[in-house]
């Protein structure tokens, strides 16, 4: 073959990042990657939980789309782009495409960059544990005081049962989407269904979840500080208060990461982020059977209905994992809607089982007096609290570049398409927008992270931007279907369908608005931080 590769210009580049498909044939060529790569088994085992960096970007230029449609444009799970020239774009797929339908064995998978585990694709039951990786985040330190929110353990119980039905149900929408168009990702999804605003919004929405998620993490790394000072010291000094500690630790231990362009030697820290928050789950269970807290008032019932409705998103969090569903879905060996389904239905039965023993147990330990991270009632001087406290805040630190690296990523494509830039232009500016938006998006970051009284304030607004995600967004698609589809559905379950949407699309505005209501009545009280020595 007579062509060159242009070896180096590589850029950050929020991309289709394509797992496979519904068949050998074209899965093999959206799922070339670099050879030196993991598989995508082992990069989701040692992913970030709460965000995974993996999440693919559909915000492209044409010109970009055009490059990855023929194959001439490769990027890998860290956003970076391999670029091909011209000339080799127009050889070398029909070359493949060739070897791949006349005699699959004469194309090695190592000639394309693709190992065994993910050319043979994932059971359902590590589809179910990719879902449980995503969903299982920081949400789950808040999830005591979203019981006390609710009204108590059996409604919260109850509350999490109903979601759970949505989300199971929103999750199956997007997969029959994707079968439609084999389709790979969400944001292809939304594009094939919804169009290209929709698919736009999505991707602001996540942005802005990525966001939000580090500031997240910045306050708790603030509140695991304070928790160690409350114990340990009894002066208030400068050099303990919350916003020095938290300044300090994101100047010197996160921002140095943030400018890198991969993140390659942090991807063992997702198992460090598994075990923090399945942590975070054990201890509440033994401060439960430790502590003897006299006569906690438990609540049976919501004290606000407002309040409680408010929460929902946060419910909606905990859970989330639209974003990787489609990714997935597609990597399954047999990619069809029952596997998935079973895969849903174990990582959320899963998921159910970790966040009730998180929130009654922490719940019933405290009760009414709970705070928004449960972490901060602990006893920091208990030896199994301190590795608790150690694991949360350096799981923070190692995951925060992983959330700025994706919302990047999403921003430069978004950027992209609106300056309508060629990828020559892309991969030419990609260093300065690199420094640009890293610097504005950290120091932002941290100075909400400062002022805000708690992370339930944060999560809160997390949650309402989730149920776009899990309630609008696949509403849409549902509609497209019932449009779509006249030969599959009869007229009675289209108008089912419709209906259905419309109501999920109501009750995911209605979240967004009582959320925002409800943050502006928790910043207007100004509630502190519980057990702070310096406030």
Known sequence: ?????????????????????????????????????????????????????????????????????????????????????????????????????????DLKLKDIGLSEAVSSGITWPVAAFLLINCALGAGVLNYPAAYDRLGGVLIATLIQLAMMLVLAATMIILVYSSDLNNDDTYHDVLLSMCGKRAQ?????????????????????????????????????????????????????LILPMCYFRRLDFLRYAGTLGVFAMLYVVFINIYEFMKLDIPNPVIKTRPSSYTSMIAIFPVVTFAYQCHEITIPVYACMEKRNIRNFSKATALALGILFILYCAAGTSGYLTFGAGVTPDI???????????????????????????????????????????????????FIAGERTRRIVIT??????????????????????????????????????????IARRETDQFSRRTRIFFIIFAISLIITGFSMFLLVLNQVYQDLSSEQPHHDVLCK
Not at 20 to 28: D, E
Not at 386 to 392: F, R, S, Y
Not at 398 to 424: F, K, V
Not at 450 to 468: H, R, W
């Open 200 to 252: 736009q919004l999505s991707a602001i929405s996540i942005l802005l979840t990525c966001y939000g998620v580090c500031v997240t993490f910045l306050i708790i790394i603030g509140d695991q500080y304070d928790r160690i000072f409350v114990t340990h010291l009894t002066e208030c000094t400068w050099y303990v208060d919350r916003r020095f500690t938290i300044s300090i630790s994101a100047f010197f």
């Open 439 to 480: 610097t504005v998006w950290f120091v932002t970051s941290l100075l909400f992270a400062i002022f805000t009284p708690n992370i339930g304030i944060v999560i809160e607004l997390l949650g309402s931007l989730a149920s776009a995600n899990v309630f609008i967004f696949p509403s849409f698609c549902l509609i497209s």
């Open 375 to 425: 972490m901060a009632l602990y006893d920091a001087s208990d030896p199994v609290v301190i590795i608790g406290i150690l694991a949360l805040a350096l799981k923070m630190i190692t995951t925060y570049p992983s959330m700025i690296l994706c919302g990047r990523g999403a921003l430069d494509g978004l950027y992209a398409e609106y300056m309508d830039l060629s990828a020559e232009d």
């Open 1 to 105: 073959m007579d062509s060159t590769l242009e070896s180096g210009r590589k850029s950050n580049y929020g991309g289709s990042l394509r797992y496979g498909g519904s068949n050998q044939a074209t899965g093999s060529i959206r799922m070339r990657r670099n050879r030196e790569s993991n598989s995508f088994i082992h990069d989701s085992y040692n992913s970030s939980l709460d965000f995974p960096a993996y999440i693919p970007w559909q915000t492209l230029s044409s010109d970009v789309s055009d490059k990855l449609r023929t194959g001439s444009i490769k990027i890998n799970k860290c956003n970076c782009v391999e670029w091909t020239t011209i000339k080799e774009e127009n050889e070398r797929v029909p070359l493949l495409d060739r070897k791949n339908s006349e005699s699959g064995s």
